[in-house]
């Protein structure tokens, strides 16, 4: 009886061993699916961000404006939300049909299906 005892033990443990196995494994696929996409968002911004360098200096060279006319712009933009945090957080959007507010990320509105009206170029962004 004792013999069988441990046997069962010895069951338990090594399911127990299984599942801690199957969860780290899991673990790791997620972090490994973490760390790509850091790396995409990553390239991203670097991208964007020579972009934006470019076309500043297109606008620089083409006009009378200067670093401190750029850095003043960012500055009354970053305020906009009334938070000096170097961010801006887009405004809460209303739903033109019901006035519910809508989640920037859904393109219709889940109470009514109308559709969220974009006013500006930046609208899909913030």
């Given at each position: 009886?004792?013999h069988?005892?441990?046997?069962?033990?010895?069951?338990?443990?090594?399911?127990?061993?299984?599942?801690?196995?199957?969860?780290?494994?899991?673990?790791?696929?997620?972090?490994?699916?973490?760390?790509?996409?850091?790396?995409?968002?990553?390239?991203r911004?670097?991208?964007l961000?020579?972009?934006?360098?470019?076309?500043?200096?297109?606008?620089?060279?083409?006009?009378?404006?200067?670093?401190?006319?750029?850095?003043?712009?960012?500055?009354?933009?970053g305020?906009?939300?009334?938070?000096?945090?170097?961010?801006?957080?887009?405004?809460?959007?209303?739903?033109?049909?019901?006035?519910?507010?809508?989640n920037?990320?859904?393109?219709?509105c889940?109470?009514?299906?109308?559709?969220?009206?974009?006013?500006g170029?930046?609208?899909?962004?913030?």
């Amino acid at each position: 009886m004792w013999h069988f005892g441990m046997m069962g033990a010895g069951y338990h443990e090594a399911a127990r061993a299984a599942e801690a196995s199957g969860a780290a494994g899991r673990a790791q696929a997620r972090a490994n699916n973490a760390e790509r996409n850091l790396l995409t968002v990553s390239e991203r911004l670097d991208r964007l961000t020579l972009t934006c360098m470019a076309m500043w200096e297109l606008v620089r060279e083409q006009t009378n404006l200067t670093e401190g006319d750029l850095l003043q712009r960012v500055q009354e933009i970053g305020l906009r939300d009334g938070v000096a945090d170097g961010k801006i957080t887009g405004k809460v959007a209303r739903c033109p049909k019901c006035d519910r507010v809508m989640n920037p990320r859904h393109k219709k509105c889940l109470y009514c299906g109308a559709a969220k009206l974009n006013v500006g170029a930046f609208d899909n962004t913030l």
